[in-house]
């Protein structure tokens, strides 16, 4: 890129990170020292507010940058991240956000020990939301790596490494200093600019067929080398049996995913009523809903404009995509249109995948200090205690991420996040529907859903093409394959389920009907909620 191209991005990202850090430090100067202040915000935003920064946290760098790169690589196939994202908001507005919001407190976890034994059920929970948390900044540290290296013209591996470490720098300042009510204000500021950004490279694409989507998709077909088979489904997901059962298992990942995430379930927590929480989703809904349409037009513009080659020819998955369609929009490299659009685009990217690490350390710190740390203390910790651990928690989860982002750069964002959803449904979505729905459910049941579905899921990764086996793994060089899938949800997502049933009709504790009572009218009525 040209000299102007950084100048003007870096300029702009420099701003937001300015304003970002500004919003910190005026949080920090409030009263912050107690966990709900730390964790929730103080219960404060109003829905509207909170559904602006669920989209903020949901809309990462695998929806910018991730979905787009796929769509204009592999066409059809690749609305399928598109689909299974949005879906996956209705299993969490229809069975998750009021009765979580109803019946815990800060923590996924607080929620299952309301009728468990509390010291092995916070261990579990905790461990899964820590390892789902990780996951999923890996895919957001993949992308600041990208965006550097093509911002900077230096795909060198010293770029990408200091921009991940600068990136995990700043999360850490962000969740260390200003807690929730910072990052929900950061989370705010960031959606307004990514569904700003989006809209304008949309009407643009639009503009450039005059309105006509068939023409953008004929071109898109034309120009991927494909023909009709870019918008037909296959290309991607539909050679052999493996492929195909690939994508079942991604669609179920993706769609079950979402109800399990940490940092999108503690966002229910920043809001005063369950009606709030409720109020929330469908906010976040409408903003998610109009975006993930609008990726689906900057996918096959990009195909259609910059073309598949030279996608590919940037970053082999697609990562870049988006950055290189606002450049040809703009007018190209070296026009004046082109360096701002392109500009805008890779500093509107940044924001993204700030704002996103820090909501998703905030999360896994919270998990740490609130579940792990108070229940191996063996009781619970003084909420500022807590707070000091969450705090430097936040750096050990930072320094772990940054380390996992280098090992996996050359992936693509969306993909790693698909393995973070599938996670988070065998780990979380199980022992989360057994607590809040089945009254004979046990502790031993919970214990065993939670760690029957995390364990497979890590150990199927391992053990598939992503790790070894061929050129795009992380060990290109080994090969210790033995699963085919690339995604594990089809067999880790029904192996929490049952592990969390079997642990139940094996456990000797007799199931407490009259906790489950309590909680089933709290989780219904908000009656005793926090």
């Known amino acids: 890129m040209t000299g102007d191209h950084q ?31 730390f964790y929730a915000g103080g219960r404060l935003f109003s829905p509207m507010e909170n559904g602006f920064a669920i989209a903020g946290d949901y809309m990462s760098a695998a929806s910018f940058l991730g979905i787009s790169g796929l769509i204009a690589l592999f066409g059809y196939d690749g609305l399928l991240y598109s689909v299974g994202f949005l879906v996956a908001w209705l299993v969490v507005l229809f069975l998750v956000a009021e009765l979580v919001r109803n019946c815990g407190r800060f923590t996924l976890a607080d929620v299952i020990a309301a009728r468990m034994r509390e010291r092995p059920v916070r261990i579990a929970s905790g461990t899964a939301s820590v390892t789902v948390s990780i996951l999923y900044l890996v895919a957001q540290m993949v992308g600041a790596g990208s965006l550097v290296a093509l911002l900077l013209g230096d795909t060198g591996e010293a770029a990408r490494a200091w921009a991940v470490i600068g990136v995990g720098a700043l999360m850490v300042i962000y969740v260390s ?13 960031k959606a307004v600019l990514l569904l700003g950004g989006t809209i304008v490279l949309t009407v643009l694409v639009l503009v450039h067929f005059h309105g006509d989507f068939d023409r953008l998709l004929r071109t898109a077909a034309e120009r991927s080398g494909h023909g009709a088979a870019f918008l037909a489904p296959g290309l991607k ?69 910059v073309g598949p080659d030279a996608v590919r020819g940037s970053h082999a998955s697609g990562n870049t995509a988006v950055p290189l369609l606002a450049l040809d929009l703009g007018g190209g490299a070296g026009s004046t249109g082109g360096t701002v659009l392109f500009a805008v685009v890779a500093a509107v990217a940044f924001a993204t995948i700030l704002a996103v690490v820090a909501g998703i350390t905030l999360a896994s710190s919270a998990s740490v200090a609130h579940d792990l740390y108070a229940s191996l203390r063996r009781r619970r910790g003084a909420p500022r205690g807590e707070v000091t651990v969450a705090r430097i928690a936040a750096v050990g989860i930072g320094a772990t991420a940054i380390g996992l982002g280098l090992l996996a750069r050359d992936l693509n964002v969306a993909f790693l996040v698909g393995l973070a959803f599938a996670v988070a449904a065998s780990a979380n979505l199980p022992v ?11 502790t031993r049941g919970a214990v065993w859903a939670i760690y029957g579905g995390l364990v ?22 080994a090969d210790f394959q033995v699963f085919p899938l690339e995604n594990p949800g089809l067999v880790s997502i029904p192996l929490g389920f049952l592990a969390g049933w079997l642990g139940t009709a094996t456990s000797a504790e007799a199931p407490d009907g009259a906790k489950h009572a309590e909680t089933e009218v709290r989780s219904l009525t908000g009656a005793g909620a926090v």
């Open 177 to 189: 200093l200003g807690g929730m009510r910072a990052t929900t204000w950061i989370q705010i500021v």
């Open 237 to 305: 997901y539909g050679g052999d049996w493996v492929a195909r059962f690939d994508f079942i298992s991604l669609g179920l990942a993706l769609v079950l995913g979402t109800a399990g995430l940490p940092h999108i379930l503690s966002r229910f927590y920043t809001v005063p009523t369950a009606r709030a929480a409720r109020r929330s989703v469908v906010w976040s809904i409408g903003l998610i809903g109009g975006f993930y349409l609008m990726t689906i037009v900057l996918g096959f513009g990009a195909a259609a404009i």
């Open 456 to 477: 497979p899921s890590l150990v199927l990764v391992a053990l598939s093409p992503v790790v070894s086996g061929n050129p795009q793994a992380l060990f290109p060089d």
């Open 7 to 37: 100048t003007l991005a870096l300029l702009l990202f420099s701003v937001f990170v300015a304003i970002t850090l500004g919003i910190t430090t005026w949080v920090s100067r409030s009263r912050h020292g107690s966990a709900e202040e």
């Open 432 to 442: 989360l529907l057994y607590s809040l729905f089945w009254r004979g459910f046990t």
